[in-house]
């Protein structure tokens, strides 16, 4: 998993690229991720620090409308597999 810092990097700049006093500027972002499977590296760091440097720690994750693929698109447009 990546850093939270990354998200909020990308957040900045898109945010000043457009000027607009919104997440992201505004603008719709797709980020895909399993958040729950994988701490990201924060080395010589302990738990807590593991913890607070994920994306699930970051004030951005409020803004954020989260959206959960509950099946595979191929299978759910093709008949063979319904």
């Known amino acids: ?6 998200l909020e990097c990308v957040n ?5 690229a457009t000027g607009k006093g919104k997440p992201f500027g505004g603008k719709i972002f797709l980020g895909f991720s399993a958040v729950h499977q994988r701490a990201p590296i ?9 913890v607070q440097a994920s994306i699930v720690s970051s004030l ?11 099946q595979a698109v191929h299978i759910a447009c093709d008949p063979e597999y319904t």
């Open 42 to 50: 924060a080395p010589f760091n302990g738990k807590t620090e593991t």
């Open 12 to 16: 900045v700049h898109i945010y000043t």
């Open 60 to 70: 951005l994750l409020l803004s954020l409308s989260i959206l959960c693929l509950d």
């Open 1 to 6: 998993m990546a850093h939270r810092y990354s």
